[in-house]
């Protein structure tokens, strides 16, 4: 049953007496609960938030509603690393209430300061006709975690030409001055991304609208992140209102990037090659990237998109984060590769190795199953038209990933993978590769597969749901043969 407008917008300390203790014994009971990956404590969790590092840990922040699987009231609910893969529950950063978040602690960023870690948020606010009052506001965390929201909004109202969408402030130092970008929605409906400056990050210059090659591409743009990249403008952004077109675009929402020449701070031109989707799979949306302390250039997203039921919402909770990832320009596109700290995680350091070749066939391997897991496998393509994976399978379950030679197209079906998602989501996802040799590798959880081909070149994030009992890893090779070399590291 879905929850009414007064339902949806209570603060956690407005909780019907036992209802968290409900949700807390429906959620021990669900059996896609993650192994490894971040996940909300009670309720929804969306978009990544304050991604950074500061005082010896990544600090990473999420969108949470914990009263229900619906987008309610916003919290950002704080988690920290030393490693990036062990991840520690801190509790509420950012509590909604005051006269600027009074319906929401919305998206943003964070930037560290006077040693200080400051948190730039957009506060979703209602006016009494339900029309939407966005604010960008400021709080501060000290060592201690202890946040103070700044009293007043640093950014207090929405220039001329844009709508109330207007959101999601991504923050970042440039020479002695603060830059920020926002997503916004102009008054003709369609997206795009503004910028700002400000020297102490209280006070902030409208500077105008980034000048892309994309004047109506979407009617909203969330979750702008710009970066430089091996000497190359990297805007990251999640447009929505994107038409699918074959093979690209099949998601309810969208997540990519224009590559280009850096940004120019003071024109705002950015000239940029086309917009390139950054994940394949039917899960990633509102992906927010930090500059880690050696200089890698790191990317976590929201695996999970707005506006679809998911299985587990009967269980009193809704989506998980990404692994995080490795960001890197290869020729004319952006590189996605697993953290090297994911190794950590193996629990049998050597891992289990098998090599078979196979015509036309599909065999299993003594010992490789599992729910929780990582597995590279290297496809050497020697004549069979359709080559790959089955996993999670059992005589009525299985996710497949298969190149198919014949089109040269990687395929990753779920159709059979476990309890049904809503039409809406689809069941197939596929792009264009060429190659004689297809190298995977797959992490793969309670409840989701993050699949990197070809060492990053295309990634598919996915959410399934299996039966527990679904534990089986197949190969197969049809019309020909194929030659398979595996490694599996227990999670």
Wanted: charged share 20%.
């Amino acid at each position: 049953m879905k929850m009414t407008r007064a339902q949806l917008y209570r603060r956690i300390d407005q909780a019907e007496p036992g209802e968290l203790a409900k949700l807390e014994k429906q959620i021990a009971a669900c059996p896609w609960r993650q192994g490894y990956h971040i996940q909300p404590v009670t309720g929804l969790l969306n978009d990544p938030n304050g991604f950074s590092y500061y005082e010896g840990y990544y600090h990473l922040f999420y969108q949470w509603f914990p009263l229900g699987t619906e987008h309610g009231m916003k919290y950002w609910y704080h988690t920290r690393s030393r490693n990036l893969v062990h991840w520690e529950n801190i509790g509420i950063a950012i509590e909604p209430g005051s006269p600027y978040d009074s319906h929401g602690a919305y998206s943003g960023s964070a930037v560290e300061k006077d040693g200080r870690l400051n948190l730039i948020y957009t506060g979703n606010t209602r006016d009494e006709n339900w029309i939407r009052h966005p604010y960008q506001c400021l709080a501060v965390m000290d060592e201690q975690h202890v946040v103070t929201k700044y009293e007043q909004p640093v950014i207090p109202e929405v220039p001329p030409g844009y709508t109330e969408h207007f959101r999601d402030p991504k923050v970042w130092l440039h020479g002695d001055a603060y830059y920020c970008v926002i997503g916004a929605q102009r008054t003709n409906e369609t997206g795009c991304t503004v910028l700002y400056r400000s020297a102490d990050l209280k006070h902030w210059q409208f500077l105008g609208e980034i000048i892309t090659a994309l004047p109506s591409f979407g009617y909203m743009w969330e979750c702008p992140d710009y970066m430089e990249l091996d000497g190359l403008g990297v805007l990251i952004f999640s447009p929505q209102g994107i038409q699918a077109a074959g093979d690209q675009f099949q998601n309810i929402y969208q997540s990519g990037y224009l590559l280009g020449e850096p940004l120019n701070l003071e024109t705002r031109a950015f000239n940029h090659i086309p917009f390139q989707e950054l994940d394949r799979g039917f899960d990633f949306y509102a992906p927010q990237t930090m500059h880690s302390p050696d200089g890698r250039r790191i990317l976590v997203a929201w695996m999970g998109l707005p506006d679809l039921v998911y299985p587990t919402d009967d269980s009193g909770w809704a989506h998980c984060l990404t692994i995080p990832r490795e960001l890197s320009v290869q020729g004319n596109k952006l590189i996605q590769r697993p953290v090297a700290e994911m190794e950590q995680l193996r629990r049998d350091k050597q891992g289990i190795e098998a090599k078979l070749t196979l015509n036309d066939e599909c065999k299993t391997v003594v010992n490789f199953h599992g729910i929780t897991y990582e597995l590279e496998c290297e496809i050497n393509l020697k004549g069979a038209e359709h080559a790959g994976i089955e996993f999670r399978a059992s005589a009525t379950e299985k996710t497949v990933i298969q190149y198919d030679c014949l089109q040269h197209k990687l395929k990753l079906d779920r159709s059979q993978s476990g309890a049904a998602l809503s039409e809406a989501n689809g069941t197939i996802r596929q792009c264009a590769l060429e190659a004689d040799v297809i190298k995977l590798r797959m992490f793969v959880d309670s409840s989701s597969v993050e699949l990197f081909v070809n060492d990053g070149q295309e990634v598919f994030t996915s959410r399934i749901f299996p039966s527990r009992d679904s534990i089986a890893i197949r190969f197969f090779a049809y019309g020909g043969s194929a030659d398979f070399t595996a490694m599996k590291w227990n999670y």
